[in-house]
């Protein structure tokens, strides 16, 4: 199944965009789901439809829904949750609180990541439009399932070894709430099957992210930033998306000249920045773009002869490769800022730091006793040098 992520800085247009191109790919044929990834919803007032957390059918082929963390996290773990309502109600909290601090730090994220897994595994759609948050809560959202297994990973594993012994203890001196094996259960499902369902569906060829921006600095200075974090996380870009764009006539005008100048240079910008994702423009419209018959003209002039489903252009991956000299780690980061990077190898992890976000890499085995030795960024990919140490063997071939 194809999934498309819209994402960009607060009112670009990325929720108008996302639903364009969901009612383009249904009017073709494919079975299509536009969701809203964002708690603010406001695809339901793009669409003119009533949303609510489950799929509604709005034309043939076209699905909508706002996907709602409460519900989703009751799904997923509804006994983790209820086992940290109580203990809070315990401690003397009401329990209309106790159920808000009962929600886990980046719950909503990560329910919504395990709603689109549920809805991409249900089969019932050929593509999956997802209209994400604004940028900071976007990278959360794709960076939490990498980010959050070691932490859960490491939670899990001193609970049950304090759970093993203090529990029985406990139960006989203390009165509150304590996990039972229900809880463990639900925390292992989490971290070993739904989690790296995730991963691997964010980071799958079939998933790739669109950059919504419109002609303004910084939106475009965000938008590199994205660009730039997406690629360490692995989660492919395949096209820009640049909204808002003056219309020929109206540049031409004399109030418009000096602006329309300043927007063809930024779109050019823009073209020479993200090179080689291709960029689809879209005029600014002259009234708000609602109702599915504008969406569909607005489409048409956003994707032209393109299909909105269609991987528009195929990214680099992070390779770990082996030359004459040395054993090389090559990552992916367009638009990096050398100065502004930190490279260091931790045990058996690559950890690559930028001025917003920080990824352990786990390196293949044979990297692993291995110095890091250098790195260097080229083009906008970083390539970091290991060698053995003096004496070592010389091993065998990646």
């Given at each position: ?28 044929g ?21 949303l ?24 997923h ?56 948050a604004?940028?900071?809560a ?149 009234d ?39 054993y ?13 990077l ?8 690559l ?21 890091l ?12 040098r ?13």
């Amino acid at each position: 199944m194809r999934l498309v992520l819209y994402t960009g800085k607060g009112g670009v247009g990325k929720t108008t965009t996302a639903a364009a191109a969901a009612v383009r790919a249904a009017e073709s044929g494919l079975r299509t789901l536009v969701a809203s990834a964002d708690t603010a919803h406001s695809l339901g007032d793009v669409l003119q439809q009533r949303l609510g957390p489950e799929p509604r059918e709005l034309a043939p082929n076209l699905y909508a829904i706002e996907i709602d963390p409460r519900v989703e996290s009751a799904r997923h773990w509804g006994r983790l949750q209820s086992f940290l309502a109580r203990l809070f109600v315990h401690q003397g909290l009401e329990e209309s609180v106790a159920e808000e601090l009962a929600l886990l730090p980046g719950a909503d994220e990560l329910t919504i990541l395990l709603a689109i897994e549920r809805l991409a595994q249900s089969g019932d759609y050929d593509l999956l439009v997802l209209d994400c948050a604004p940028t900071d809560a976007a990278l959360r959202l794709v960076t939490l399932p990498d980010v959050a297994r070691g932490m859960v990973r490491l939670a899990l594993q001193l609970a049950r070894a304090l759970s093993g012994v203090a529990v029985p203890v406990f139960q006989r001196v203390w009165s509150a709430p304590l996990p039972g094996a229900d809880v463990f259960e639900e925390a292992e499902s989490l971290l070993y099957v739904e989690l790296a369902a995730l991963h691997a569906r964010l980071t799958a060829p079939s998933t790739t992210a669109r950059l919504v921006v419109t002609p303004e600095r910084m939106v475009i200075d965000e938008a590199r930033r994205s660009y730039t974090e997406l690629a360490l996380f692995e989660v492919a870009c395949d096209a820009v998306v640049m909204n808002r764009l003056l219309p020929e006539d109206a540049a031409g005008e004399p109030f418009f000249r000096e602006w329309g100048r300043v927007q063809e240079e930024r779109r050019r910008e823009v073209e020479a920045l993200f090179a080689p994702l291709p960029v689809l423009c879209a005029p600014l419209q002259e009234d708000e773009v609602t109702g599915l018959a504008r969406l569909s003209a607005h489409a048409g002039q956003l994707f032209r002869d393109a299909r909105p489903e269609a991987v528009l252009c195929r990214s680099e991956r992070i390779r770990f490769e082996r030359d004459a000299d040395a054993y090389w780690a090559r990552v992916p980061l367009p638009g990096a800022d050398p100065a502004r990077l930190d490279v260091a190898k931790v045990d058996g992890d690559l950890v690559i730091t930028t001025p917003a976000r920080r990824r352990a890499l786990s390196l293949p085995r044979r990297f692993v006793p291995l110095h890091l030795t250098g790195a260097r960024l080229d083009a906008g990919t970083l390539h970091v040098r290991f060698e053995r140490a003096a004496g070592d063997g010389a091993g065998e071939p990646i």
